[in-house]
């Protein structure tokens, strides 16, 4: 099983993206466990940019908060990270996955991501 990230593109400043994180491979319930969006730029470490808990808690890095919302669909299985008054800094591969309770690591290999670009 990996989450799969879709729904990227290219985008102007200011604009907003909804990007999509759905199990694929297998069977997973994204209301098990907590579900984060991370992105990744060139040549910069991957990161949190929104984490959404079992109990519906969410959490964001100041760089995104106000931002970007995390939302989930039990119904459809599906994690979503709205991301409005996107910047060029926002211009990175985002992924989703599940981290384990105990920090660290998580529950799937990484997917290919989703390319989101912000032009300037």
């Known amino acids: 099983v990996q989450l799969q990230a879709s729904g990227g593109g290219l985008v102007q400043s200011g604009g907003s993206l909804t990007l999509s994180c759905a199990p694929s491979?297998?069977?997973?319930?994204?209301?098990?466990?907590?579900i984060g969006w991370y992105r990744q730029a060139p040549e910069k470490q991957r990161e949190l940019v929104a984490l959404?808990?079992?109990?519906?808690?969410?959490l964001y890095p100041p760089a995104v908060k106000g931002r970007f919302v995390i939302s989930r669909d039990i119904a459809k299985n599906t994690v979503y990270l709205q991301m409005n008054m996107l910047k060029a800094d926002d211009t990175a591969v985002y992924y989703c996955?599940?981290?384990?309770?105990?920090?660290?690591?998580?529950?799937?290999?990484w997917g290919q991501g989703t390319q989101v670009t912000v032009s300037s």
């Open positions: 959404i808990g079992t109990g519906e808690n969410t």
């Open positions: 996955n599940a981290p384990v309770p105990s920090g660290g690591s998580w529950l799937f290999s």
């Open positions: 491979g297998g069977t997973f319930s994204v209301n098990s466990n907590a």
